[in-house]
């Protein structure tokens, strides 16, 4: 079982930047982590994922090239750099992993989730 827990994010004025970190504890036994995120009112979707053991990354369209997801293998540790953010993607983040062969976006793919974490982004 993967225990994820997220730090990081807070308030950012539009245009600003900001990094969440999610760090993986217990048997981490996943073939992708990822980042996804759910505003007031709608769906949790997904933002940006990335495969184990190849890194490979991935990324929503409303994220793409503002975005980057990364890891630090050593320390266990799952990235979201977020640059340029938009009012828009105000919502709490979540860290999430699965174990399935294929990958994906959608949240019913991930079966470990950390707790969330909020990020605001004020225009």
């Known amino acids: 079982q993967v225990q994820l827990e997220e730090s990081g994010g807070g308030s950012v004025q539009a245009g600003g930047f900001l990094r969440v970190s999610c760090a993986a504890s217990?048997?981490?036994?996943?073939?992708?982590w990822a980042w996804l995120r759910q505003a007031p009112g709608k769906e949790r979707e997904g933002v940006a994922y990335?495969?184990?053991?190849?890194?490979?990354?991935f990324y929503a369209d409303s994220v793409k090239g503002r975005f980057t997801i990364s890891q630090d293998n050593a320390k266990n540790i799952l990235y979201l750099q977020m640059n340029s953010l938009k009012p828009e993607d105000t919502a709490t983040y979540y860290c999430?992993?699965?174990?399935?062969?294929?990958?994906?976006?959608?949240?019913?793919?991930?079966?470990?989730w950390g707790q969330g974490i909020q990020v605001t982004v004020a225009s």
């Open positions: 990335l495969t184990i053991p190849y890194g490979s990354t």
């Open positions: 217990g048997y981490p036994r996943r073939t992708y």
């Open positions: 999430a992993a699965s174990q399935s062969a294929v990958h994906g976006f959608e949240a019913w793919r991930y079966g470990n």
